[in-house]
């Protein structure tokens, strides 16, 4: 079994799902930082605590939550919760898929 990503993610399903995001990430040649820290996070080289606090990767992180920020602030209230309704019903399916 891989060494969890983030120590204290007890969540079988959060972490698939991280792991998933970081495999697709790290296939995606749009954005070479981006996918380079996936790669070392995925190969285990470092920590995503790690990404986050450094003076290279840490930008990645920056930039994503500055892009996301922007986005979310432009949705109306009605995109939002049907993000939120369709984020509930993807985990609780997941969640269905992890217990078989």
Request: hydrophobic fraction near 35%.
């Amino acid at each position: 079994m891989d060494k969890p990503l983030l120590p204290n993610l007890r969540d079988p399903v959060l972490e698939r799902m991280l792991r998933e995001d970081l495999a697709e990430q790290a296939r995606d040649d749009s954005d070479p930082l981006a996918r380079d820290m996936a790669r070392d996070v995925l190969a285990g080289n470092i920590t995503l605590y790690q990404a986050v606090g450094s003076s290279v990767y840490g930008e990645v992180f920056a930039q994503r939550a500055y892009e996301h920020t922007n986005w979310w602030h432009e949705l109306s209230d009605e995109d939002r919760e049907r993000l939120r309704v369709e984020g509930s019903e993807a985990m609780a399916a997941a969640r269905e898929e992890e217990q078989g």
